[in-house]
T-cell receptor, first 108, second 111 residues
Framework: RKEVEQDPGPFNVPEGATVAFNCTYSNSASQSFFWYRQDCRKEPKLLMSVYSSGNEDGRFTAQLNRASQYISLLIRDSKLSDSATYLCVVKPGQNFVFGPGTRLSVLP | DTAVSQTPKYLVTQMGNDKSIKCEQNLGHDTMYWYKQDSKKFLKIMFSYNNKELIINETVPNRFSPKSPDKAHLNLHINSLELGDSAVYFC??????????FGQGTRLTVV
């Protein structure tokens, strides 16, 4: 079993749609959690950290369920510029462990 | 004013050659990393350094050798390059429990 698993995707959604990404992790010792986005041929960029109480940043909402070892990301009112690969990341120790990513295409 | 910068951006070289990739961060972070992203786009840790000391060394061939002259720099030297080494190599840095910041990547092609 992979350490971090995500929806295989790709997700193709119209502009304005709400889209949810799911992620599970296997290492219960993980202490820090993040969502990154990666555009084609670019580096991964930190989108947001994920806190136990859940957190929101504009149109983006992240949730963490430690008991289920589950992380989610919700994007509301999706824009064309949201098209990218979304990477779920956990940090069990010193290392950032990346999921395989879920590709999102927002269509006009 | 780039936070994490790595050079070169592109590297095309022949099998058997030795090459280096340089990385520098100006964020004052204590920990630096090298990641490899293969053709399937999966990002995998190779090495991690904290304050110039190696803390993670995943199962990477010993042809790959990281060097950290100071905590702002982490270079990657690769000996006897093989076709399978072709990938994008990302340098990153982080502090404490915060997220990591990545360099723009070095696209290595071995021919």
């Amino acid at each position: 079993r992979k350490e971090v698993e995500q929806d295989p995707g790709p997700f193709n959604v119209p502009e304005g749609a709400t889209v949810a990404f799911n992620c599970t992790y296997s290492n219960s010792a993980s202490q820090s959690f993040f969502w990154y986005r990666q555009d084609c041929r670019k580096e991964p960029k930190l989108l947001m950290s994920v806190y136990s109480s859940g957190n929101e940043d504009g149109r983006f909402t992240a949730q963490l369920n430690r008991a289920s070892q589950y992380i989610s990301l919700l994007i509301r009112d999706s824009k064309l510029s949201d098209s990218a690969t979304y990477l779920c990341v956990v940090k069990p120790g010193q290392n950032f462990v990346f999921g395989p990513g879920t590709r999102l295409s927002v269509l006009p | 004013d780039t936070a994490v910068s790595q050079t070169p951006k592109y590297l095309v070289t022949q099998m058997g050659n030795d090459k280096s990739i340089k990385c520098e961060q100006n964020l004052g972070h204590d920990t630096m990393y090298w990641y490899k992203q293969d053709s399937k786009k999966f990002l995998k840790i190779m090495f991690s350094y904290n304050n110039k000391e190696l803390i993670i060394n995943e199962t990477v061939p010993n042809r790959f050798s990281p060097k950290s002259p100071d905590k702002a720099h982490l270079n990657l030297h690769i000996n006897s390059l093989e076709l399978g080494d072709s990938a994008v190599y990302f340098c990153a840095s982080s502090r404490d429990r915060y997220g990591a910041f990545f360099g723009q990547g070095t696209r290595l092609t071995v021919v």
